[in-house]
């Protein structure tokens, strides 16, 4: 099972951004999430994790403007990105979260990544 990005988008700064994480194929169980990025020519960075029972982490340089939820309906995980800035430019990935008690905020604790999305900010 892969996590499928979507939603990404060209947004001038100040705008909003809502993306999705969806599970191709038929999950057997349901998953933490987390969210990360890359910018060109930088490292992925962690944005946001958010565990089965909806309780959320998120990085500071996103905490007041991103919001991180969940719909287990519909096995769906969103990132809703508000008061975008040039600096929030990356392609943003979700992952699960299969490492259990590893740092949430930490790529090597997840698996299952998927294709990304491009965000592009402008000033």
């Known amino acids: 099972v892969q996590l499928q990005a979507s939603g990404g988008g060209l947004v001038q700064a100040g705008g909003s951004l809502r993306l999705s994480c969806a599970a191709s194929g038929r999950p057997r169980r349901m998953y933490a999430v987390g969210w990360f990025r890359q910018g060109l020519g930088k490292e992925r960075e962690f944005v946001a994790h958010?565990?089965?029972?909806?309780?959320?982490i998120y990085a500071d340089s996103v905490k007041d403007r991103f919001t991180i939820s969940r719909d287990n309906t519909e096995n769906t995980v969103y990132l809703q990105m508000n008061n975008l800035k040039p600096e929030d430019t990356a392609i943003y990935s979700c992952?699960?979260?299969?490492?259990?008690?590893?740092?949430?905020?930490?790529?090597?604790?997840?698996?299952?990544w998927g294709q990304g999305t491009q965000v592009t900010v402008s000033s």
């Open positions: 958010i565990n089965l029972g909806g309780g959320t």
């Open positions: 992952a699960a979260y299969l490492v259990v008690n590893e740092d949430p905020t930490k790529t090597y604790a997840y698996g299952n």
